[in-house]
Nanobody
Framework: QVQLVESGGGLVQAGGSLRLSCAAS????????MGWFRQAPGKEREFVAS????????YYADSVKGRFTISRDNAKNTVYLQMNSLKPEDTAVYYC????????????????WGQGTQVTVSS
């Protein structure tokens, strides 16, 4: 079983940047595709980005494409989400997830999740 812990959330003004980190326990981290999801108040959880096991392939939701970058460091058991040009509509709790097939945008496909980190973008 892999445990995930997110960090890096906070309050930022529109146009600003944040970098989220997700640290994973366990020796099998590099075997799993990883993803980021988010959930805004009153809305359903939505896919943000995913990265393949090697880190060479990435996939993004249209709403964040060109602004967010997902990456991973398998030596550090960590996956990152660099968020630039943030907008108020990016405000949400961001969750790291793993264990799903690369390319899936369905949260139900991912077997383990972090506790989430709050990102708030002020206008």
């Amino acid at each position: 079983q892999v445990q995930l812990v997110e960090s890096g959330g906070g309050l930022v003004q529109a146009g600003g940047s944040l970098r989220l980190s997700c640290a994973a326990s366990g020796r099998t981290f590099s075997s799993y595709a990883m993803g980021w999801f988010r959930q805004a108040p009153g809305k359903e959880r939505e896919f943000v980005a995913s990265v393949s096991t090697s880190g060479r392939s990435t996939y993004y939701a249209d709403s964040v494409k060109g602004r967010f970058t997902i990456s991973r460091d398998n030596a550090k058991n960590t996956v990152y989400l660099q968020m630039n040009s943030l907008k108020p509509e990016d405000t949400a709790v961001y969750y790291c997830a793993g264990g799903g097939p690369y390319g899936s945008t369905r949260g139900a496909d991912f077997g383990f999740w972090g506790q989430g980190t709050q990102v708030t973008v002020s206008s």
